[in-house]
């Protein structure tokens, strides 16, 4: 989990360094495009799988809300700093919780209501309404927490009915074409260097998720979970020393208090035995 939060801190930092210089949908488009060549290895699994028609229209509309939210966060990227973007990551967990009630009919318990209630004034504190002005990239990083919590829900279900590859490879497949037209309404060329930058994106990305796997078969999400706090320690250090970004106490003890509520949730799960909920980082693509 250390190693996850640091390619995860990764990729957001090396977005960062361009600078807005290739416009956000055309970002993600390029480093789906580039992560491609991961699926590879997969191509003999994949070959055998047959999805059904159900399954078709679910990984279709993953790849909607995917393609928004992915889209989103790369907007948020070049517009507030790696702090805010981190903490207001924290409220996934949280957009799943409460579309699962939505949608799922999941009932919720006055301790998951109270800690769901935590992670609000957690995100009122970072965002701070009435005291500052809110920039876009904060609405951004609102909506990609709602679409990727809608993305993951779908992801379970998916899981649950076809192989690990054939969720990851639909993802990576209709996120691409999803964002396809998207990058070549704002196009511009891309320099090589700007090229490779996104690569190591996609390199981090897969090995972060990866280094994610391996921790979730090695232990149970509550000792994992607390470890992603770290993300938000090296996201604001990392932001001070590289990027010249201001340390925010506010932003500091919002994204704590959102992590204490999905903390205490996913043990809630863990201890009734019935988690729908995920971490922080399954629901990060």
């Known amino acids: 989990m250390v190693v996850t939060g640091l390619c995860f801190v990764a990729v957001t930092a090396l977005v960062k360094t361009m600078h807005g210089r290739v416009p956000a949908p055309e970002a993600a488009f390029l480093r ?25 229209k679910l990984v279709c509309v993953r790849g909607v809300f995917q393609s928004l939210g992915v889209a989103f966060w790369f907007y948020a990227m070049t517009r507030i700093p790696l702090a805010e973007v981190t903490s207001m990551n924290y409220l996934n967990p949280i ?9 799922l009919g999941e009932r919720l318990a006055l301790r998951r209501i109270l800690a769901i209630v935590a992670a ?70 891309p320099s090589w260097w700007d090229l490779f930058v996104l690569f190591g994106v996609a390199c981090f990305a897969t090995g972060g998720h990866y280094a994610m796997t391996l921790a979730f078969k090695a232990a149970p999400l509550t000792v994992t979970q607390p ?35 999905v903390v205490f949730i996913t043990w809630r799960e863990a201890v009734l035995n019935r988690r729908v909920t995920p971490g922080v980082m399954e629901t990060k693509h």
């Not at 957009?95 to 949608?103: N, P």
């Not at 990727?148 to 990576?172: C, H, N, R, W």
């Not at 996201?235 to 932003?251: K, M, Q, Y």
Request: contains cysteine; aromatic residues 10%; neutral net charge.
């Open 120 to 189: 609000i004034v957690g995100a009122l504190i970072i965002l701070r309404p009435g005291f500052r002005e809110l920039d876009p990239g904060h609405f951004a990083m609102l909506i990609t927490a709602s679409c990727f919590a809608a993305s993951y829900l779908i992801a379970k279900i998916l899981s649950g009915e076809t192989s690990p590859a054939m969720v990851v490879a639909s993802m990576s497949i209709t996120v691409t074409i999803g964002l396809a037209p998207m990058a070549l309404a704002v196009w511009v060329w």
């Open 95 to 103: 957009f799943v919780t409460l579309l699962a009630v939505l949608l």
């Open 32 to 56: 789906y495009v580039l992560g491609l060549v991961f699926l590879i290895p997969m191509w003999r699994e994949l070959r055998d799988v047959r999805p059904t028609s159900r399954q078709w």
């Open 227 to 261: 470890v992603t706090f770290l993300q938000l320690v090296w996201s604001v250090a990392l932001g001070a020393l590289v990027f010249n970004e201001a340390i925010d106490p506010w932003v500091i003890a919002g994204g704590g208090l959102i992590m204490a509520a």
